[in-house]
């Protein structure tokens, strides 16, 4: 993974014009959405439902990375990463363990679409300031994005979903997950350190620590940390995580409006990652209607115990990397037995887990590419989808593996 130079702020003029794929993606399955909805594949009155369900969502995912685009506006990612990079003190495999947990936590405590959104900046910025590889730093916020997801319903917005169906309160809940997420993260440490950290590390091993990181504007800084943590503090206390997004992007907004006018502009709002959720739940809405139901039935089987955790496991994660973990879940939920408990974790596991061997598997890969973009770092495309594909597996079988064992 390499960022692109800091001279040219202006990207050549052909290269703006040119469509990209996700862009592409996004505007054909809006397009698909529609046509479903106009020729009656899917009922006026279903797509409705539908819409009304994901709204929480998109106000979620459009608020969130605008509070996360003037967030690093105001240079608060700067200052956090070079205060890591300090705690580390030039040791390359501290700097390893201070990335995987920081991710970890922020993923377990908030959620993994809000670590995509929030530390993503932190670990491109810590890459720059350190001059060292970025990938490494950019991996670790990805993958531990979707592998850390599993131990409290916070953590993902499919274990949102899931919530009421699986009728456990938060620390019920992580008592039955705890085990499982033990598993993913130990999986993901491994491979990260393998695959990414010691194969980019320096060549002595060490970094020399940075200065502290001054902002240009400290009265916009102290405004964002305010967002971030007025963010943080609702989430927390229980408030619905789209209306806690969308009301400290509003006062960062305004913060901004009053102190820096100019950095507002309409690229803030991530219309790609909203037009593709939409269009995306109103196709895989109707095709369920019309046979998929029956297809991932077959997929999840009927059995219980060990071969059925893996089957609904496996078809959770398979669905997810062919779809995406927020249809992919709710379609295989939706023929699973009210009562089968062990198999709805297990589909959580593949869809939280799983949903890493391709990029639009899950919403967090997503809103990751989308900071990647904004930062101009280019991904080594065949490199990551390999070693993802990995740890979708192995992590997948391993999480699996330990809720069996809790029984």
Known sequence: MTAVGGGGRNPDQAARRRLHPLDAIALA?????????????????????????????LLFLGT????????????VFDVLATRLAGVARGSWPALFALCVGFAALTTVVLNLDTTAVLLTPVMLAL???????????????VWLANTASLLLPMSNLTNLLAADRVGLDPLAYAGVMWLPQLAALAVTTVLLWCFWWRRDRPADGRFVPPAV??????VLYRAALVACLLFVTAILAGAPVGLASAVAAVLLLLGFALRSPGTLRPALLPWRLLVFVTGLFLVVQTTGQHGLHDLVAWLAGRDGGTPGALRAGGAGALLANLVNNLPAYLAVEAVLPAGDR??????????????????????????????????????????????SAVLAVLGTLAAIGALLLTG
């Open 29 to 57: 399955l809006a397009v698909a959405g529609a046509g479903c909805v106009a020729t009656g594949l899917l009922p006026h009155a279903d797509a409705a439902a539908i819409l009304a369900r994901i709204l929480p969502l």
């Open 64 to 75: 969130v990375v605008v509070l996360a685009e003037l967030t690093a506006a105001a240079g």
């Open 127 to 141: 890459a720059v300031t350190l001059r060292t590889a970025v990938a490494p730093l950019a991996v670790t916020t």
């Open 213 to 218: 990181h001054r902002p240009a504007d400290p």
């Open 342 to 387: 062990q198999r709805l974790f297990a589909l959580l596991i593949g869809t939280n887990v799983g949903p890493l061997a391709l990029p639009w598997a899950s919403l967090a890969t997503l809103l990751w590419l989308e900071r990647c973009r904004a930062a101009r770092v280019a991904v080594p495309l065949a490199r990551f989808l390999l070693t």
